[in-house]
C-alpha cells in the first residue's frame, strides 16, 4: 500500500497510468474511474483518461491534470486500432480497462502494438446476469484466452468475482476483490437545501440509480403502496433512464402521483443523501452498489433487496442495514416501515462508508505491480 506520504513506490511517481472507458457517462463504473483518477494524480503519475468517444454528463468532473484521450470510436468494435496508436505512441505504464469488453479490446490492442503496457481488467457487474455477447460459448472463451493474458483482473465484489470465475472460466485465484473506491465529501450539504423536493409532512425515502430493469423499481413502488397505509410516507428516485415513462404511467396508475418524485439525474447526489430519512434498494442485480456506500457515507439507515452481488458484502450480513429478499413487496414494505420507525447510529454509519470507499491505494498497487 501507498503510507500517508505517498512513498511506497518513489521510483515509479513518472510511470504514466491510463484508465480507459467507453464514455464518461452518469454510472457507478464511471463515478469509480473519477476517484481513480484523482487517486493516481495524487500519488504524483501522469494520467490519461482513455474514452471510446469522448462524451458524458461527468465530463466536467475529470479532475484537472487528467489528459483525455479520445479515441473517437462510434462503437467500441472500432476503438481498438485507435487504442493501439496511443498505446505506441504514449506507453503508459499500465492500462485499467473498466467493463467486458473493454479488457478483451485492451489484451487485443497491446498484442497488436506490441508494447509492454500492464492490463489491468475489472469487472463491475454480474456478467452471467447481462443479456449480452458473453452468452454466446464462442465469445466466452475468446474472452477467456484474452482476460489469461491480463497482468490483472480486479471484481469489484467477492460475487462478481466468483461468477467471473464460474461464468467466463478465469481461475478464482487470479481475481482480486477491490471494492470501489468512491470521492466522499468531507463536509455534507445542509439537508434543508433539497428537503422540499420530497412531499411536505412525510417520512422521505430516497433512491437512487438509473431508471432501467434491473434496478427494480415497480417493486418499490408496490411497497410504498404498502407502507403509505400506515406511515406518511414519500419517494424520490434520482436518477433517469430508458423506464422513466413507464415508471411515471406506473405511479399515476398506483394512484402515488403526490407521493413519488423522479428527479432525474444530478452530478452531485449529496444534498439528497443529507436530506431523506431513509434509503432504499430494490434491485435485482448489482455489481457492487456504489449508492449503498453513499448512502452509508450520509449517515442514512438503508433498506436493501440482498441481491446479487455486493449488497450483503457493504451491509455486512445486515450488520449496517436491512435485507430484504428480492421481489418481495411485502417484507421489502415490512423493512421500509420498521427502518422508518427505529433508530440509527449515524456516526457507526459514517465509518462504514469510509472504510469502504478507501481503497484507490489497492487500486494503484495492481497498476504498478
Known amino acids: 500500500m ?4 505517498g512513498e511506497r513506490y ?4 513518472d510511470q504514466r497510468l491510463a484508465i480507459f472507458l467507453p464514455d464518461l ?17 495524487d500519488s504524483g503519475h501522469p494520467v490519461d483518461l482513455v474514452l471510446a468517444l469522448r462524451q458524458g454528463v461527468l465530463l466536467p468532473m475529470v479532475p484537472s491534470g487528467v489528459e483525455i484521450i ?23 505504464h499500465a492500462l485499467h480497462a473498466m467493463m467486458w469488453p473493454l479488457p478483451l479490446l485492451a489484451i487485443v490492442a497491446r498484442r497488436l ?22 452468452r454466446h460459448r464462442a465469445v466466452r472463451a475468446l474472452t477467456r484466452q484474452a482476460y489469461m493474458r491480463a497482468d490483472g483482473l480486479v471484481g469489484v465484489s467477492a460475487g462478481v468475482a466468483d461468477d467471473l470465475s464460474t461464468f467466463v472460466g478465469v481461475p478464482r485465484d487470479r481475481i482480486t476483490v477491490i471494492h470501489n473506491p468512491l470521492l466522499l465529501p468531507a463536509t455534507l450539504p445542509d439537508p434543508a437545501t433539497m428537503a422540499g423536493r420530497w412531499p411536505a409532512g412525510t417520512k422521505r425515502i430516497l433512491a437512487v440509480g438509473s431508471l432501467k430493469a434491473e434496478k427494480n423499481y415497480p417493486l418499490l413502488l408496490r411497497a410504498l403502496a404498502r407502507v403509505r397505509e400506515s406511515v406518511p410516507a414519500s419517494l424520490l428516485i434520482l436518477g433517469d433512464g430508458p423506464l422513466r415513462v413507464e415508471l411515471e404511467r406506473q405511479i399515476t396508475d398506483k394512484g402515488l402521483g403526490d407521493a413519488v418524485v423522479i428527479a432525474g439525474f444530478d452530478t452531485d447526489p449529496w444534498p439528497y443523501y443529507t436530506a431523506a430519512d431513509l434509503f432504499v434498494l430494490s434491485s435485482d442485480c448489482e455489481g457492487f452498489g456504489n449508492v ?9 439507515p438503508i433498506v436493501s433487496t440482498d441481491c446479487p452481488n455486493g449488497p450483503r458484502e457493504i451491509l455486512d450480513d445486515g450488520e449496517y442495514g436491512t435485507l430484504v429478499p428480492c421481489n418481495d413487496e411485502r417484507l421489502l414494505a415490512a423493512a421500509i416501515q420498521g427502518a422508518l420507525r427505529g433508530h440509527h447510529n449515524s456516526g457507526v454509519l459514517r465509518n462504514r462508508g469510509r472504510m469502504l470507499a478507501s481503497q484507490i491505494d489497492k487500486h494503484i498497487d495492481v497498476m504498478l505491480r
Request: hydrophobic letters at 45%; glycine letters at 12%.
Open 2 to 5: 501507498i503510507s500517508a506520504g
Open 10 to 13: 518513489p521510483a515509479a511517481r
Open 25 to 41: 457517462g452518469g454510472g457507478g463504473a464511471e463515478r469509480v474511474a473519477l476517484a481513480l483518477l484523482q487517486g493516481f494524480l
Open 70 to 92: 479520445d479515441l473517437g470510436a462510434a462503437r467500441l468494435r472500432q476503438a481498438v486500432l485507435p487504442l493501439v496508436r496511443y498505446l505506441r505512441e504514449r506507453r503508459p
Open 113 to 134: 502494438a506490441q508494447v509492454d503496457t500492464r492490463i489491468i481488467g475489472s469487472e463491475h457487474t454480474t456478467l452471467s446476469a447481462r443479456p449480452h455477447g458473453l
Open 292 to 300: 449503498l456506500v453513499e448512502a452509508l457515507h450520509a449517515g442514512l
